[in-house]
């Protein structure tokens, strides 16, 4: 058994098809971690996510922020975006059932002392609180009131505060697990607005994974997200949005052997 884990793929189906045969991809013996952006801006979305649905138990996926867009669409509490390419699941006549899927996705999945997000944590966060604070958003997507729980994220996260209750507190954790890059490095708050290389950062500001003493490095984070930065590999951190839905590459990390596979986009960038 192999267990992979794999960078954004954002609708690029042709290039996962490519990487699964690169890896030699079996789903009754393997196991893949997908990191979140299964949809939009790539042209196949629907098919990205009937496969990972049909691969049952040999796939975790964690919401990304793009997911969280599409639960939103299909709420219709969230207006149109200019690059959305998320037409083809929300007409599919098995759009119930893929959404359904995906809003049961987790937000964090941990395995041992590796640890998946879509983008990253908060460096007070240890492992046990991060896994706290994605269950109880969890647990309202995946409640009876997810269409309005899914408008109720929608607006700018406050900073976060352990005393923070409702859409405030929900919204202040998913800027770290779906959205965080770098952070404010007086009091590690999300910037919100950068999303290029580290080196062209804001002065003040530092990567998420960089905070030396931060209470979630007992483990090893696994993380997309950040096209800008690339693949990304440190003694506590593995960074695998390679840009493939730009036109870059898809990524494939070993999380048991820490070897790289990727394959060059088939698509045109976005």
């Given at each position: ?94 759009r119930d059932e893929l959404v359904d899927w995906l809003r049961h996705r987790p937000l964090v999945h941990v395995d041992g002392k590796q640890i ?59 800027a770290y697990l779906v959205r965080a890059r770098m952070l404010e490095r007086k009091d590690g708050r999300v910037d919100d607005h950068f999303n ?40 506590h951190h593995v960074g695998l949005d390679t840009g493939c839905v730009w036109g870059k590459q898809l990524t494939a990390y070993d999380l048991d ?14």
């Open positions: 058994m192999a267990r992979y884990a794999i960078g954004d793929i954002q609708g690029c189906k042709a290039s996962l098809d490519r990487l699964l045969v690169a890896i030699d991809y079996t789903p009754s013996r393997d196991q893949l971690w997908l990191v979140g952006d299964l949809v939009n801006r790539g042209p196949r979305s629907l098919d990205v996510l009937r496969w990972a649905k049909a691969q049952g138990d040999a796939v975790t996926s964690v919401l990304g922020n793009h997911d969280l867009h599409l639960l939103a669409r299909a709420a219709g509490v969230a207006p149109e975006k200019k690059r959305d390419t998320l037409q083809d699941v929300l007409g599919a006549p098995d998946m997000v879509h983008g990253g944590l908060h460096p007070r966060w240890s492992i046990d609180l991060a896994g706290t604070l994605a269950r109880e958003i969890e647990a309202a997507l995946q409640g009876p009131r997810w269409k309005a729980v899914v408008g109720e994220l929608a607006g700018a996260p406050p900073r976060w505060d352990p005393a923070l209750t409702g859409s405030d507190r929900s919204r202040a954790v998913l290029g290389a580290p080196a062209d950062a804001p002065h003040g500001t530092v990567p998420w994974f960089d905070y030396a003493d931060a209470a979630w490095r007992t483990h090893v984070v696994v993380f997309g997200h950040w096209a800008a930065l690339g693949l990304s590999i440190g003694p052997r820490g070897t790289i596979t990727q394959v060059k986009a088939v698509e045109k960038s976005a």
